[in-house]
């Protein structure tokens, strides 16, 4: 089995210090970490991390993209790059000691629905029934929502199992596309259900209504509340370890990791669960985007209960 990760629209997470934050002052701070990221590069940094093969295909804008190609060989990841014209963005997030956080996104490099045809002439030859392929994270613009899912349908019909974790779809575009696996979150379900999720019992009956849309896999992440499954072999749900939480960034991308790792060993479903849920509660051991670390994914393998609801 092979698993392909897409990035469309990577960036690099600046994360930064100050102890007291004043608006419309200048404040000094430190940098924290600068790494290189994107919800595709997320899944494949925990699965290399893990020592699980993959391959992530990354776009990179070539006005920095010697900094983020380092970056990338210093995580140990296989790589297949598509290099365009622009700067690849950066998200700066300010953390403080006495105010929330706050985030500030810069812009990228510019892109249009060629940049898809470049993307199947990369993956040509690598896709076939045994082929995972993840699409996460938003469609960056200038590239139209139908020209993905045009790529990602003709994906799924020459047998290749689609992921996607993406806020740019919509519930019909998922019906459309109808992939092998999608992961939404608690306000995700909400809104592609239109219903209140406030226990696994909830988040299995939204799932179960999903499925019946032709959606073979629903993950549902509920946070420090565990996670449902709902498959051909019927519903499973899983409640998070206890663990110190120093960074959510990544759990959700981190769990995705988790799953594909738990099928490519062979696993059951319930295995593909348990071990989404320890990756995912194991990067939130690690700081800042920081993937989860293997000692911490296996302790909490022998931790994390599975049961039928």
Known sequence: MKIITITLNPAFDVHCFTEHFNPFHENLAR???????????????ALTAAGVENTALVVL???????????????????????????IRENLTLHTGDSPETRISFSGFDA???????????????????TVVTFTGRVPEGITLGAVKK???GMRESGVKIVIDSKSFGIQDLIDCRPWLIKPNDEEI????????????????????????????????LGEKGAVLVCESGRFASEAPAVKVLSTIGAGDSSIGGFLAAMKNGGSYSDMLKTAVSYGSAACMTAGTEPPLRKNIEELLNRVGISRI
Do not use: H, P, W
């Open 190 to 221: 909400v809104d592609y259900c239109d219903a209140k999720v406030d226990s696994l019992e909830d988040a299995a009956n939204a799932a179960e209504r999903l499925r019946a849309l032709g959606i073979e896999n629903v993950m549902i992440s």
């Open 112 to 130: 249009d629905d060629t940049l898809l045809q470049k993307v199947e002439a990369a993956l040509g030859g690598m896709l076939d029934s045994e």
């Open 61 to 87: 804008g070539d006005e920095n993209a010697e900094d983020f190609r380092r970056c990338l060989s210093e995580y140990g990841m296989n790589v297949k790059e598509i290099v365009v014209k622009g700067r």
């Open 151 to 153: 790529m990602l349908i």
């Open 31 to 45: 940098i924290t970490e600068r790494a290189a990221g994107g919800k595709g590069v997320n899944i494949s940094r």
